[in-house]
């Protein structure tokens, strides 16, 4: 399984609500597969989710780059 994958299965599976770091999407990706992307990496998955699934995930804290899942449009 690609790490894109990996992130995606994820993300679908959070429920409206969860916080979301680029580090802490890294280290779920470590644990999974064992391969230790950056998070910057793991983030541009995260955009590219929103993108398809069509939930806003809005950037609660730009300093922490933090994000929130919410409801499905």
């Known amino acids: 399984m690609s790490i894109k994958q990996v992130v995606f299965t994820y993300l679908d599976r959070q429920n409206p609500g969860s916080l979301i770091t680029g ?43 933090l994000y929130q899942i919410k409801e499905v449009k």
């Not at 992307?37 to 730009?62: F, H, I, M, Q």
């Open 23 to 65: 580090r802490g999407l890294q280290r779920m990706v470590w644990n999974t597969t064992g391969r230790n992307p950056y998070p910057a990496t793991c983030l541009r998955y995260l955009r590219e989710w929103r993108a398809v699934d069509g939930r806003s995930v809005p950037n609660v804290s730009k300093r922490k780059s």
